[in-house]
T-cell receptor
Framework: DQQVKQNSPSLSVQEGRISILNCDYT??????FLWYKKYPAEGPTFLIS?????DKNEDGRFTVFLNKSAKHLSLHIVPSQPGDSAVYFCAASGSSNTGKLIFGQGTTLQVKP | DTGVSQDPRHKITKRGQNVTFRCDPI?????LYWYRQTLGQGPEFLTY????????KSRLLSDRFSAERPKGSFSTLEIQRTEQGDSAMYLC????????????FGSGTQLSVL
């Protein structure tokens, strides 16, 4: 069962425009959510996170929104840059404090110059 | 470089052979995780250690897989009698073990079983 889903395998946007990546989850016990970025031949690198007690977290060009009632989160990148082209993974963690993350399938973002 | 280090970066083996991967976590991190990633999928949890204790194993981890973390430092992941379905990227990550924390990942070991 896929507890964290990223239904869009790919997204293409123009440089300078907004990129919106979406993620849905099914387990209401998840209380911490993260976004990771992955370049080819590298491991995932942490981008931004949000706790379930918040509905928005911002870090520079990156903003994550959490809608708990809809079990949905999104990552906004404004403005998008060609260097943002990568695979983006949404991940969730439960309240057991094991630190174990459940990942979505990933969305490949291409930012065109 | 004080990041998570994995060795080797690539491993090609024949079906039925045993392989072993090594992970060196960030030195002050007491939690260490192994994940597996196949093409088009996100990383899947395999197992994790708190210091030297292996606290959780995924049902994905068959009897052919074994992981150790002697003395709570580096970790090894061994796969015995490899099968073609074991071909994947094996990722190691580490963390401090605090609440609501992020994992730091290594670059992974790409395993190809022929």
């Amino acid at each position: 069962d896929q507890q964290v889903k990223q239904n869009s395998p790919s997204l293409s946007v123009q440089e300078g425009r907004i990129s919106i990546l979406n993620c849905d989850y099914t387990n209401s016990m998840f209380d911490y959510f993260l976004w990771y970025k992955k370049y080819p031949a590298e491991g995932p690198t942490f981008l931004i996170s949000i706790s379930s007690i918040k509905d928005k977290n911002e870090d520079g060009r990156f903003t994550v929104f959490l809608n708990k009632s809809a079990k949905h989160l999104s990552l906004h990148i404004v403005p998008s840059q060609p260097g943002d082209s990568a695979v983006y993974f949404c991940a969730a963690s439960g309240s057991s404090n094991t630190g174990k993350l459940i990942f979505g399938q990933g969305t490949t973002l291409q930012v065109k110059p | 470089d004080t990041g998570v280090s994995q060795d080797p970066r690539h491993k090609i083996t024949k079906r039925g052979q045993n392989v072993t991967f090594r992970c060196d976590p960030i030195s002050e991190h007491n939690r260490l995780y192994w994940y597996r990633q196949t093409l088009g999928q996100g990383p899947e949890f395999l197992t994790y250690f708190q210091n030297e204790a292996q606290l959780e194993k995924s049902r994905l981890l068959s009897d052919r897989f074994s992981a150790e973390r002697p003395k709570g430092s580096f970790s090894t992941l061994e796969i015995q009698r490899t099968e073609q379905g074991d071909s994947a990227m094996y990722l190691c990550a580490s963390s401090l073990g605090t609440f609501n924390e992020k994992l730091f990942f290594g670059s992974g070991t790409q395993l190809s079983v022929l």
